[in-house]
């Protein structure tokens, strides 16, 4: 899950993240504005502007790609998953609906058609939550390393389903509602549960940040 730095201060300090979230990436799977900009390319894409999928690819092509690639585990059925997507985007965007959330509505996309290519090769289809929990960039400096690996180290001591939890509601921006039919719970137990995880992780964070 590519919950980067920005993520860090999410927990650590909302006013910080105000201010950073603008040159960071993958907070609740968009910032609010990339979330308008990428609504925008869809009601383009749905008015028969095929341009609009080069700019999709540009807003969102590498959380694609890391989503296929930790249910399939390789770069190039990742590299045909995210082909296929756009094909199925393409053909199918008269089912998405203005007003609603087109990142999930994409990567929803992305992940069934991951599950699909796993079903034709007749290999079990599970998810590798933790897969996505790799938060460090080559493009960080050392304090934003630094901030990624104090992240990570907090949600490895998170138990399995909180992790799930934070992975659901933070990297695939699934709403409460999706998130109970997914994990097939009710929709109190969901806001429990994360209500829970976020609570650790802001703890796990502040005992880093004191030194303990």
């Not at 730095?5 to 910080?16: P, Q």
């Not at 609603?100 to 290519?117: P, W």
């Not at 719970?185 to 976020?198: D, H, M, N, P």
Request: with cysteine; hydrophobic share 40%.
């Amino acid at each position: 899950m590519k919950l980067n730095v920005c993520t860090y201060h999410l927990f650590t300090n909302k006013k910080r993240y105000a201010r950073m979230k603008r040159d960071c990436y993958g907070v609740r799977g968009m910032a609010p504005f990339e979330k308008e900009q990428l609504n925008v390319l869809l009601r383009a894409l749905r008015g028969g502007n095929a341009n609009a999928l080069d700019g999709i690819y540009a807003c969102i092509g590498k959380r694609m790609f890391a989503l296929a690639r930790g249910i399939v585990k390789n770069r190039a059925d990742a590299e045909d998953v995210v082909d296929e997507s756009f094909l199925k985007l393409a053909r199918g965007i008269g089912g998405y609906r203005e007003g609603t959330n087109g990142y999930a509505f994409i990567m929803r996309i992305v992940r069934n058609s991951a599950f699909d290519l796993l079903r034709k090769r007749k290999v079990r289809a599970e998810e590798d939550i933790d897969a996505f929990f790799h938060l460090t960039d080559e493009r960080y400096d050392g304090a934003r390393i630094e901030r990624a690996v104090v992240l990570e180290e907090a949600i490895g001591r998170l138990t399995p389903e909180e992790r799930k939890m934070i992975y659901y509601r933070y990297y695939l921006d699934f709403t409460v509602r999706e998130v109970a039919k997914e994990t097939g719970i009710s929709k109190s137990a969901v806001q429990r549960q994360t209500a829970g995880a976020e609570e650790k992780l802001r703890k796990f964070l502040s005992e880093g940040q004191n030194g303990e």
